[in-house]
């Protein structure tokens, strides 16, 4: 075999690699740089590619972005975290179904608006392939839920296990365990269980402070049935009210959650619950990629006394309240809408025998300021019956302190309506109030419309009374902070509120047994 010479350190041989070589590399920076010239262009016409990496507000962001602290995953928390959370299964006998649908775990009551589009999710009958749903026959329903302590303590949703004749649960290491209801709370949908033939469960710990938006949330839970689940997202929102109850402060999240995850934990990037998975918003009944967990410390507090004696017990004023908007601050003279407007104190209440009435604006707790009717419920609704308050309270103008005791809020209020649906039947025609388009007479002239106010007795449908919800049979008490009983009483105190500058006049309203103040704009003129 004849030898080739070896022509590698010859210059010959090696130039044309070289040349090769350094035409694409040129080629390749040519299209790098051609395309940073577009962006340069775009940018400043004076600025090269060199001046652009280097700007000083480039290397600032850049800065900034490096401090951000980006987890390549979550599979260190979920190994740590997943053996507490467990799924929650339960059986109910003579369940009667009453939607086929399934939604009727909505928080909404039957017929509201917005009722489609929230549903809870884990109910006895919320989830597809169950057994049962007739009359006689025992329905069985899944959701989540996880330990607290080791002895077997475990929070799961009211609605996952309200009613139920038998609780079992199953751990994530496949055991299935009896677990007994310890106590319930329906307002904050939170239930506290027992799980039986265990001492050494491996638990969660609920977070002491608040979750920030934008925050990463571990949701981990046993949607459908499956078994432990894990999904991210980040906390989208806070403090949302779906229209569940006057305690609403929920946690928003965007982790994917969907039937069955319900009572299950949101967990922090510290392996901690920042929250408890309720609710969904759902327009198709399943995920849409937004979720709401009630918050930890509520949780916290709930739990406390479920544990404690097997129910919750909340402060009470004993007022009827609503939100004070724009027009609302308006026609009281207030600087911007805040606080809590007292619609009706409730008789024999600790409010009505500290001497609160309708139209009060309560402003103040203990010092601090009440931003609206639903963080008043809730700041009263979380201390002790018993307890000593101080209330500021804007009463017809003036700033007042009033010191009362809390009561304890009754398991249930009802609301008896004084007048019945036909109360304007019969009724004369009414005497025509200007400029509002509806009719009024006397309460007193209309079979079952009581003493007090006057009756509306025709509505335009193209009135401003109309649009702002007032109806035939409705009963006008007061107008202007002056009780009223004849149609000239409402002409004149609407005459008084536009000559005292009022773009609006606050009329208290009685409606199928519930007081609420409504602000009506006055036409000038």
Do not use: C
């Not at 975290?81 to 399934?102: C, F, L, M, R, Y």
């Not at 928080?107 to 057994?131: A, N, V």
């Not at 939100?323 to 008789?347: F, H, N, R, W, Y």
């Amino acid at each position: 075999m004849t030898d080739r010479p070896d022509l590698t350190n010859l210059p010959s041989y090696r130039q044309p690699r070289r040349s090769v070589l350094s035409a694409r590399r040129i080629a390749l920076m040519a299209s790098v740089v051609a395309g940073l010239g577009i962006a340069v262009h775009g940018f400043s016409p004076s600025t090269s590619p060199a001046d652009l990496f280097s700007s000083p507000a480039h290397a600032q962001v850049n800065n900034e972005v490096k401090k951000v602290e980006r987890p390549i995953g979550f599979a260190d928390i979920v190994e740590r975290v997943k053996p507490s959370v467990i799924s929650v299964k339960v059986n109910i006998k003579e369940k009667t179904a009453s939607n086929d649908d399934g939604d009727d775990s909505s928080p909404f009551q039957p017929g509201s608006p917005m009722e489609r589009f929230f549903r809870r999710f884990g109910g006895p009958d919320g989830i597809p392939g169950l057994k049962g749903g007739g009359r006689g026959r025992v329905v069985q329903g899944q959701g989540s839920g996880f330990f607290i302590s080791a002895d077997g303590f475990a929070v799961t949703n009211n609605h996952v296990v309200d009613g139920a004749d038998k609780v079992e649960v199953t751990t994530d290491d496949g055991k299935t365990y009896s677990a007994k209801v310890i106590g319930t709370d329906q307002r904050t949908d939170l239930a506290l269980i027992k799980v039986e033939g265990g001492s050494n469960f491996p638990f969660a710990k609920l977070a002491d402070g608040k979750p920030r938006i934008g925050d990463w949330v571990l949701a981990v839970g046993n949607p459908f049935g499956l078994g432990g689940t894990v999904t991210a997202g980040i906390v989208s929102a806070s403090g949302r009210d779906i229209g569940n109850g006057p305690y609403d402060d929920f946690i928003q999240i965007d982790a994917p959650v969907n039937k069955g995850n319900s009572g299950g934990p949101a967990f922090n990037t510290d392996g901690e619950v920042m929250g408890v998975n309720t609710a969904i918003y759902s327009p198709s009944g399943g995920s849409v990629g937004i979720a709401f967990s009630i918050p930890a410390a509520t949780v916290k507090s709930v739990v406390a006394q479920l544990k404690d004696k097997g129910s919750v017990s909340r402060g009470w004023i004993g007022v009827q309240i609503q939100p004070v908007t724009s027009d609302i601050a308006d026609s009281l003279g207030m600087k911007k809408p805040e606080g809590a407007l007292v619609a009706e104190p409730q008789a024999n209440g600790p409010a009505a025998k500290a001497g609160i009435e309708s139209g009060d604006v309560i402003t103040g707790v203990n010092g601090d300021p009440v931003k609206d009717a639903r963080e008043l419920a809730r700041t009263i609704g979380g201390m002790a019956p018993g307890a000593s308050v101080k209330l500021n309270v804007l009463h017809k103008g003036q700033d007042k302190v009033i010191n009362l005791t809390l009561g304890q809020l009754p398991n249930t209020v009802e609301a008896k309506a004084d007048t019945d649906n036909d109360s304007g039947k019969g009724a004369s025609k009414g005497t025509d109030v200007p400029k509002l388009g509806m009719t009024v007479a006397p309460a007193n002239s209309v079979a079952g419309a009581g003493k007090d106010g006057v009756v509306v007795t025709e509505v335009d449908p193209k009135s401003a009374a109309a649009d702002r919800g007032f109806k035939e049979g409705d009963v006008i008490l007061e107008v202007g902070g002056k009780s009223v009983s004849t149609a000239g009483d409402v002409r004149d105190a609407i005459n008084t509120a536009r000559s005292d500058n009022k773009n609006s006049v606050l009329m208290r309203v009685k409606s199928g047994g519930q007081s609420r103040f409504v602000a009506v704009p006055i036409a000038k003129g």
